[in-house]
């Protein structure tokens, strides 16, 4: 194949065709966000049109390009990796910093004329405020075209596996019980229907698993449910016969996926549908007759998934058990060959995850693991590749961030592991950034509050230092699940709004950081579960349980700088580790756990 | 007089009178806000009219009455007041909780046909919002009748006190440089004209002060200003000849109070107009030609009042120094006489109030005093009346809330102190608030965080015990001027927007607390100044600077309720009030302050 190939073509030969079709349709500004129809993190590689045309391959980025500017918006976690990947494309990065303009105040801002948009790919409320900036000076918004298909000669195809479902015991609820609560939810807000896009949404209210995006058990659908219908769009060929007519027992219909414009379409005219325009596309709603009367708010799946019951929580001790064993395994063998074999950033994801895969239960990774030494560290989504990885040799911090998918829960930790003898400044990073764990993890707060509002107790002590990080300090996990769910978000840079708002149940993370570009990266992360704490004459009150079991290596830690507190948390923390996981060990790796437990 | 005159009327036959009125209008409920066209926090008699209808006297709370029905909505700082005020009126207390539906959710969900308020007193964004609402279930909103008036015979008449000017050299800024910068905001805002009806603005731009509202320097006016003129309008006795001639010299133009309507209706229908919807009325916008175009932001005013400059700050300091020698002065008397002679909450605000009035540069209060013993700390906003107070004896705790204004700033500051032998749950209550008030007074964080974001630092402690208290953790402070100003605001409760973005200069308030309903009540308080704390590759911080001077008393502290650092703090704090206010001081205040700043 020779380098004039399409397949080998370089990102500027890319931009410049691009530029032609924008040039033939009269556009101005090409706008390309990291999105799908779903509006999922996660995208096939069918919607990985941002990553084909920049060459940028971070998860979260948007692309806009005009006749004599290309730009890539992306926040700090991607700043370094963004510098390597676009260096020598002819696109500029620009860095998105919490409360700063982005890429769409950018375009109301700079362009007149048109600028386009693939509207399948674009909410409807983003739409709506890029429209609204837009037509404010005297420029528009088209979101018929797609330039980017035009000249995209290899994309992939849409993907194809099976669905299969999520059975009982881990499936707590049945799927009936679910719809029967939505119903009960669309009638409170008046609606007759409900439109679905989010693929977790969907997975969760029909008890169904796939794989068609990486680590997240998700399938490429849409649905759409009224009091007595219930529609699941799907690719014909993913659900077989007999899930067809499980599903057609709980009145549910399997459609094709490409039917779902139509039967938008269909919706009646009089009918009222709840939709969240913040998870649904604007190319989608545009099928809708133009009476049907929205409501809009968030879907009401989102809350109900998040909420995880008794049964769900007795689950996940014991993946997190499963999981804990696993890491134990993994940083025995890493501890006894370190010195001994030549070990790079590839070896631990390997050895890692073929330590998860062992464990009953593992379904898949729930994401791309993330093992980076020094200064690889400083990037937060750090991924080595078989090009540019580190050897893991000399002095300093190793940050491993991964998880697990397990039929009964989804796993998300990082510990950061001692390589030689880390520098003093090294340990200070790590004890600072385990306060900030420790003092949430400890804390009791009022129900309701919004999440959002938590987030200054974790970073109290590392701000007392000037330290801060530009990534949220937690965010909600599924139950064999996304990684990343909502509503809840404990991060300042993040709304405060009233979907935000703490409830029992909810996983969260709690994953505060340190970053020093070119220098090393600290983060420790322990999930978390919201536990009513007790009600008093101030209210309800919720604290967390940490579900996370596996040791925080002492040996990356100043001692002084944790107070009487934080070590008691420590220790009382590694004794409950070390009761959990003993049983599930032997050998070294039992014999490390009880190294790496042994109190302060 | 006999009991049937108006001058005593009850407050039923008051209601009676204005359902009356509101029959014949075919008005279906009345809603009467705490408010005046300035949208003031302490609103002179002539708008005192819900207070008059409805018998409760708290500065905050809002009535509705329709023909079967009135309430009245207040949050949980005035429950207690406003069960004892109402009791016997008829109006039920509708319990204003922080996130639920208040006065207006209620009209909107409840009431068919018309709803009035006068449109004098009603935010351009409430009135908005209350119209949206009623429109949507076919109702609607009147803003043209003050049925109010009509039944009001004895309403006070509008202040005429003197205006004067505030000088150099406690005025740091003159009034042209203000005038100069606010008119370069509103170039860059793209504003033809701006106006302003907050008085607190106005004082500040114009550096001129009055005395036509309790406790605020502040008169009653609006300003309107464009790039060539500036009016003042104010009653035309309260400025005298002078003063007019002065303000002329800077190019402002006095006019009388009335002529502002007039003012607005000229401004020409192609000119843009800068005006806050949130602090300027509905009825003086429909003054409008309708095609002025509204640009809609917050008074820039606001935001450069709230940041104090190094010249404000050391006359601050000094009026904080005059301030806490007042109160030792005070507690030396009150320790000395206590048990000695019958000493009630009235007697402790008349020695307080005299021991401040003999500080050179006291010019009045901040606030209406509360000295409130045991079951009375209870209600964060009591105030001691003749009618019903309490005798300082026995055992437990005075909460004392006061503060004065100096012509080089305005304090505010509340104190515990034991009575007898406080209890010991009396003293878990005092440490747990006073853990509160140093976490964050300790507190450094990213310059411009937006200040709602703070508070769960002050609550951390004090959530752990499952505690916590309705009001919010801090207020801004104003520079001889109102003692609540914005734009920051330290509490969970409060709306996290970009205006509330904490800022070099900004003077707060930290006041956690613990009420008791029936027992007693703790709040702590001390005011505190943002300072630059530095910078690093992670940004700009920001801590603060305590700035009120005055011990804590740690006879009413469990000192094991305390940890090293809450004791370093505390010492370090005693410390320096000693050194301050020593030579302010002698005989028996001086004493006193060395026996109450004795480390721990």
């Not at 919607?47 to 700090?76: I, K």
């Not at 009367?293 to 769900?312: I, M, Q």
């Not at 007795?314 to 010195?339: K, P, V």
């Not at 959002?452 to 909600?476: E, F, S």
Request: proline fraction near 5%; charge should be negative; include cysteine.
């Amino acid at each position: 194949m020779n380098s004039q190939s399409p397949f080998h073509e370089s990102v500027p030969a890319r931009l410049a065709r691009v530029r032609e079709a924008m040039a033939r349709e009269g556009v101005a500004a090409l706008l390309v966000p990291s999105a799908d129809p779903h509006l999922s993190e996660y995208l096939p590689g069918y919607w990985q049109g941002r990553q084909w045309l920049s060459g940028f391959e971070g998860s979260v980025g948007t692309l806009v390009v005009t006749a004599d500017f290309a730009g890539l918006w992306a926040d700090s976690r991607y700043w370094e990796q963004a510098n390597k990947e676009l260096a020598g494309s002819g696109i500029e990065l620009m860095k998105l910093r919490p409360g700063q303009p982005g890429a769409l105040e950018w375009l109301g801002a700079e362009v007149d004329g048109t600028v386009a948009v693939d509207g399948a790919v674009m909410a409807v409320a983003a739409a709506r405020q890029l429209s609204e900036r837009l037509q404010a000076r005297g420029a528009k918004l088209r979101t018929d075209i797609d330039l980017l298909a035009e000249v995209w000669s290899d994309r992939p195809s849409l993907p194809g596996n099976p669905v299969y479902q999520h059975l009982p015991p881990h499936a707590t609820v049945n799927r009936a019980q679910k719809l029967a609560e939505l119903r009960g939810t669309l009638q409170e807000k008046g609606a007759d229907w409900h439109f679905i896009a989010t693929l977790d949404d969907i997975a969760w209210l029909f008890n169904l698993r796939g794989s068609d995006v990486s680590y997240n058990p998700v399938f490429v659908s849409f649905a759409l449910v009224s009091q007595d219908k219930a529609y699941l769009f799907v690719g014909r060929e993913k659900v077989d016969g007999h899930l067809r007519q499980v599903l057609a027992a709980d009145g549910i219909e399997v459609r094709d996926y490409v039917a779902v414009g139509d039967a938008l379409s269909a919706i009646p005219a009089t009918a009222s549908l709840l939709v969240d325009p913040a998870r649904v596309t604007r190319g989608l709603l545009d099928n809708l007759h133009e009476q049907v009367r929205l409501v809009e708010g968030s879907n009401p799946t989102t809350l109900s998934k998040s909420r995880k019951g008794e049964e769900d929580l007795a689950h996940i001790r014991q993946a997190m058990e499963q999981d804990g064993a696993a890491l134990c395994e993994f940083f025995a063998w890493l501890e006894a060959n370190l010195g001994t074999q030549r070990i790079t950033e590839l070896t631990i994801d390997d050895q890692l995850s073929a330590a998860r895969a062992r464990r009953p239960g593992f379904v898949s990774l729930s994401f791309s693991t993330i093992a980076a030494y020094n200064a690889n560290g400083a990037m937060p989504h750090y991924r080595a590749t078989e090009q540019s990885h580190a050897v893991i040799e000399g002095n300093g911090l190793l940050l491993i961030d991964s998880g697990g998918q397990y039929l009964g829960g989804t796993t998300d930790i990082t510990r950061m592991v001692p390589i030689g003898e880390p520098s003093r400044e090294q340990k200070a990073d790590c004890s600072r950034v385990l306060k900030g764990m420790i003092a949430l993890s400890r804390a009791r707060f009022p129900r309701g509050i919004l999440s959002p509002l938590l987030d200054a107790i974790a970073r109290a002590p590392i701000w007392a230092d000037q330290v801060d990080y530009g990534h949220g300090t937690g965010h909600g996990v599924g139950y064999f699940m996304n990684v990343h769910e909502g509503p809840q978000v404990i991060a300042y840079q993040a709304a405060a709004t009233p979907q935000t708002a703490m409830q029992p149940g909810m996983i969260s993370s709690i994953e505060p950081g340190t970053y020093r570009p070119g220098q090393w990266g600290v983060r420790i992360e322990n999930l978390v579960v919201n536990r009513e704490a007790g009600a008093s004459e101030f209210g309800e009150f919720l604290g967390f349980e940490t579900l996370t079991l596996c040791p925080i290596d002492t040996r990356c830690l100043l001692v002084e700088a944790l107070d009487g507190e934080d070590i008691a948390w420590l220790n009382s923390y590694h004794q409950t580790v070390r009761e959990r996981l003993a049983p599930l060990l032997e050998g070294e790796a039992l014999a490390w756990l009880e190294r790496r437990t042994a109190p302060l």
